[in-house]
Protein backbone atom coordinates (compact mmCIF):
# COMPACT_ATOMS: atom_id res chain seq x y z
CA UNK A 1 0.00 0.00 0.00
CA UNK A 2 0.84 3.67 -0.98
CA UNK A 3 1.56 6.42 2.00
CA UNK A 4 -0.09 9.28 1.91
CA UNK A 5 0.56 12.91 3.54
CA UNK A 6 -1.56 16.02 3.50
CA UNK A 7 0.17 19.56 4.30
CA UNK A 8 -1.37 22.96 4.00
CA UNK A 9 -2.10 25.79 5.82
CA UNK A 10 -3.79 24.57 9.61
CA UNK A 11 -5.48 28.13 9.97
CA UNK A 12 -7.50 30.30 7.36
CA UNK A 13 -9.99 32.79 7.71
CA UNK A 14 -13.65 33.17 6.51
CA UNK A 15 -13.98 33.55 2.83
CA UNK A 16 -10.32 32.65 1.98
CA UNK A 17 -9.22 29.41 0.03
CA UNK A 18 -8.32 26.60 1.47
CA UNK A 19 -5.52 24.86 -0.37
CA UNK A 20 -4.56 21.01 0.50
CA UNK A 21 -1.44 19.27 -1.15
CA UNK A 22 -1.07 15.44 -0.47
CA UNK A 23 1.87 13.44 -1.31
CA UNK A 24 2.19 9.76 -2.18
CA UNK A 25 4.76 7.64 -1.28
CA UNK A 26 5.44 4.12 -2.02
CA UNK A 27 3.58 3.85 -5.49
CA UNK A 28 2.61 6.09 -8.62
CA UNK A 29 -0.53 8.25 -9.07
CA UNK A 30 -1.01 6.66 -12.40
CA UNK A 31 -3.50 4.47 -12.86
CA UNK A 32 -5.25 5.81 -9.88
CA UNK A 33 -8.36 7.65 -8.33
CA UNK A 34 -7.11 10.14 -5.55
CA UNK A 35 -10.17 11.47 -3.24
CA UNK A 36 -10.26 13.87 -0.19
CA UNK A 37 -12.45 13.18 2.40
CA UNK A 38 -13.01 15.50 5.70
CA UNK A 39 -14.43 14.97 9.61
CA UNK A 40 -15.49 17.99 11.27
CA UNK A 41 -14.44 17.61 15.62
CA UNK A 42 -16.89 14.82 17.06
CA UNK A 43 -18.55 14.44 13.58
CA UNK A 44 -18.43 11.71 10.80
CA UNK A 45 -16.80 11.58 7.44
CA UNK A 46 -18.08 13.85 4.46
CA UNK A 47 -16.54 12.66 1.06
CA UNK A 48 -15.51 15.36 -0.86
CA UNK A 49 -14.51 14.23 -4.32
CA UNK A 50 -12.28 12.29 -6.32
CA UNK A 51 -9.42 13.17 -8.89
CA UNK A 52 -8.43 10.55 -11.65
CA UNK A 53 -4.27 10.79 -12.16
CA UNK A 54 -5.24 11.70 -16.18
CA UNK A 55 -7.04 14.95 -14.06
CA UNK A 56 -10.75 14.16 -14.62
CA UNK A 57 -12.99 14.93 -11.23
CA UNK A 58 -16.37 14.09 -9.65
CA UNK A 59 -17.29 16.42 -6.71
CA UNK A 60 -19.63 16.47 -4.15
CA UNK A 61 -22.79 17.93 -4.92
CA UNK A 62 -23.05 19.83 -1.60
CA UNK A 63 -19.70 20.72 -2.14
CA UNK A 64 -19.36 20.90 -6.42
CA UNK A 65 -19.75 25.02 -6.80
CA UNK A 66 -16.44 25.62 -4.56
CA UNK A 67 -13.98 22.41 -4.81
CA UNK A 68 -11.57 22.12 -7.43
CA UNK A 69 -8.66 19.16 -7.59
CA UNK A 70 -5.76 18.58 -9.44
CA UNK A 71 -2.93 15.95 -9.76
CA UNK A 72 0.98 17.19 -10.18
CA UNK A 73 2.48 13.38 -11.71
CA UNK A 74 6.00 14.98 -11.73
CA UNK A 75 5.58 15.40 -8.22
CA UNK A 76 3.25 12.61 -7.35
CA UNK A 77 0.81 14.73 -5.71
CA UNK A 78 -2.77 15.66 -5.87
CA UNK A 79 -4.09 19.19 -4.59
CA UNK A 80 -7.57 20.21 -3.05
CA UNK A 81 -8.92 23.76 -3.25
CA UNK A 82 -11.74 24.87 -1.22
CA UNK A 83 -13.28 28.49 -2.20
CA UNK A 84 -15.02 30.68 -0.10
CA UNK A 85 -14.70 28.88 3.30
CA UNK A 86 -16.84 29.45 6.52
CA UNK A 87 -16.35 28.23 10.02
CA UNK A 88 -18.71 25.05 9.06
CA UNK A 89 -15.70 24.00 6.72
CA UNK A 90 -13.43 23.26 10.06
CA UNK A 91 -12.31 19.78 10.11
CA UNK A 92 -9.38 17.36 10.00
CA UNK A 93 -8.99 16.97 6.13
CA UNK A 94 -8.04 13.49 4.78
CA UNK A 95 -6.29 12.01 1.39
CA UNK A 96 -6.93 8.55 0.52
CA UNK A 97 -6.73 6.04 -2.43
CA UNK A 98 -9.77 5.71 -3.89
CA UNK A 99 -10.82 1.78 -5.51
CA UNK A 100 -13.34 3.28 -8.17
CA UNK A 101 -15.64 0.70 -9.32
CA UNK A 102 -16.02 -0.85 -5.56
CA UNK A 103 -15.44 1.98 -4.23
CA UNK A 104 -13.67 1.67 -1.28
CA UNK A 105 -10.71 3.59 0.57
CA UNK A 106 -7.57 1.22 1.12
CA UNK A 107 -5.12 4.04 2.09
CA UNK A 108 -5.22 6.98 3.87
CA UNK A 109 -3.16 9.97 5.27
CA UNK A 110 -2.72 10.90 8.50
CA UNK A 111 -5.38 13.81 8.02
CA UNK A 112 -4.72 17.91 8.88
CA UNK A 113 -6.89 19.58 10.99
CA UNK A 114 -7.81 23.23 9.36
CA UNK A 115 -9.49 25.81 11.40
CA UNK A 116 -11.52 28.46 10.00
CA UNK A 117 -12.14 31.69 11.87
CA UNK A 118 -14.76 34.13 11.44
CA UNK B 1 -28.37 13.88 8.48
CA UNK B 2 -26.24 10.77 6.83
CA UNK B 3 -27.69 8.91 3.42
CA UNK B 4 -27.12 5.85 5.80
CA UNK B 5 -28.17 4.97 9.12
CA UNK B 6 -26.03 3.37 11.87
CA UNK B 7 -26.79 3.20 15.96
CA UNK B 8 -25.12 5.78 17.63
CA UNK B 9 -23.43 3.64 20.31
CA UNK B 10 -23.26 -0.10 20.86
CA UNK B 11 -21.24 -2.38 23.41
CA UNK B 12 -20.03 -5.39 24.61
CA UNK B 13 -18.13 -7.12 27.27
CA UNK B 14 -14.69 -8.42 26.10
CA UNK B 15 -14.61 -11.81 24.80
CA UNK B 16 -18.23 -11.23 23.50
CA UNK B 17 -19.47 -10.61 19.76
CA UNK B 18 -21.45 -7.87 18.38
CA UNK B 19 -22.95 -6.28 14.85
CA UNK B 20 -23.22 -2.72 13.35
CA UNK B 21 -25.99 -1.83 11.02
CA UNK B 22 -25.87 0.17 8.00
CA UNK B 23 -29.20 0.77 6.82
CA UNK B 24 -29.71 2.28 2.89
CA UNK B 25 -31.88 2.52 0.01
CA UNK B 26 -31.77 0.86 -3.63
CA UNK B 27 -29.55 4.15 -4.71
CA UNK B 28 -27.00 3.00 -2.64
CA UNK B 29 -26.17 0.17 -0.63
CA UNK B 30 -29.00 -2.30 -2.93
CA UNK B 31 -26.97 -1.85 -5.60
CA UNK B 32 -22.93 -1.23 -4.94
CA UNK B 33 -20.39 -2.40 -3.09
CA UNK B 34 -20.28 -2.01 1.40
CA UNK B 35 -16.77 -1.16 2.95
CA UNK B 36 -16.68 -0.81 6.60
CA UNK B 37 -13.81 1.48 8.49
CA UNK B 38 -12.17 1.82 11.52
CA UNK B 39 -11.33 4.87 13.60
CA UNK B 40 -9.33 4.84 16.38
CA UNK B 41 -9.63 7.64 18.89
CA UNK B 42 -7.21 10.20 17.40
CA UNK B 43 -6.28 8.52 14.22
CA UNK B 44 -7.51 7.57 10.34
CA UNK B 45 -9.77 5.57 9.84
CA UNK B 46 -8.42 2.05 8.29
CA UNK B 47 -10.31 -0.07 5.99
CA UNK B 48 -11.94 -3.68 7.57
CA UNK B 49 -14.10 -4.71 5.29
CA UNK B 50 -14.47 -3.98 1.43
CA UNK B 51 -16.58 -5.54 -1.41
CA UNK B 52 -19.22 -6.10 1.14
CA UNK B 53 -17.81 -9.16 2.97
CA UNK B 54 -13.70 -9.12 2.08
CA UNK B 55 -10.84 -8.46 4.70
CA UNK B 56 -7.48 -6.39 3.54
CA UNK B 57 -4.68 -8.58 4.17
CA UNK B 58 -3.61 -8.13 8.01
CA UNK B 59 -7.50 -7.18 9.55
CA UNK B 60 -7.95 -10.17 11.95
CA UNK B 61 -11.21 -12.75 10.90
CA UNK B 62 -12.68 -11.59 13.86
CA UNK B 63 -14.05 -9.02 11.78
CA UNK B 64 -16.98 -10.01 9.22
CA UNK B 65 -19.13 -8.29 7.27
CA UNK B 66 -22.15 -9.10 5.04
CA UNK B 67 -24.92 -7.41 2.68
CA UNK B 68 -28.50 -8.27 2.64
CA UNK B 69 -30.91 -5.82 0.06
CA UNK B 70 -30.74 -2.61 1.01
CA UNK B 71 -28.26 -3.32 4.65
CA UNK B 72 -25.34 -3.98 5.87
CA UNK B 73 -23.47 -5.85 8.73
CA UNK B 74 -20.38 -5.49 10.59
CA UNK B 75 -19.77 -8.09 13.26
CA UNK B 76 -16.61 -8.34 15.60
CA UNK B 77 -15.91 -11.71 17.79
CA UNK B 78 -14.19 -12.27 20.24
CA UNK B 79 -14.14 -8.06 21.41
CA UNK B 80 -11.00 -6.58 22.75
CA UNK B 81 -10.15 -3.40 24.71
CA UNK B 82 -8.23 -2.33 21.84
CA UNK B 83 -11.29 -2.61 19.32
CA UNK B 84 -13.10 0.20 21.16
CA UNK B 85 -13.61 2.43 18.11
CA UNK B 86 -15.62 4.40 15.95
CA UNK B 87 -16.92 2.11 12.69
CA UNK B 88 -18.23 3.94 9.69
CA UNK B 89 -20.09 1.76 6.83
CA UNK B 90 -19.78 3.89 3.38
CA UNK B 91 -20.88 3.15 -0.27
CA UNK B 92 -21.39 5.04 -3.97
CA UNK B 93 -25.01 5.97 -4.32
CA UNK B 94 -26.43 6.23 -7.66
CA UNK B 95 -28.73 9.25 -7.30
CA UNK B 96 -26.49 11.44 -5.52
CA UNK B 97 -23.01 10.33 -7.84
CA UNK B 98 -21.33 10.24 -4.73
CA UNK B 99 -19.68 8.21 -2.15
CA UNK B 100 -21.62 8.38 1.04
CA UNK B 101 -21.26 7.34 4.83
CA UNK B 102 -22.62 6.37 7.66
CA UNK B 103 -23.13 8.99 10.88
CA UNK B 104 -20.60 5.92 12.81
CA UNK B 105 -21.21 3.71 15.39
CA UNK B 106 -19.36 3.96 18.84
CA UNK B 107 -18.36 0.99 19.61
CA UNK B 108 -17.51 0.51 24.00
CA UNK B 109 -16.14 -2.74 25.16
CA UNK B 110 -17.40 -2.60 28.78
Known amino acids: QVQLQESGPGLLKASETLSLTCTVS????????WSWIRQPPGKGLEWIGY???????KYSPSLKSRVTMSVDTSKNQFSLRLNSVTAADTAVYYC????????????WGQGTLVTVSS | QSVLTQPPSVSAAPGQKVTISCSGS????????VSWYQQLPGTAPKLLIY???KRPSGIPDRFSGSKSGTSATLGITGLQTGDEADYYC???????????FGGGTKLTVL
Open chain 2, 51 to 53: DND
Open chain 2, 90 to 100: GTWDNSLSAVV
Open chain 1, 26 to 33: GGSLSPNY
Open chain 1, 96 to 107: AHLELGMDYFDS
Open chain 1, 51 to 57: VYYGGST
Open chain 2, 26 to 33: SSNIGNNY
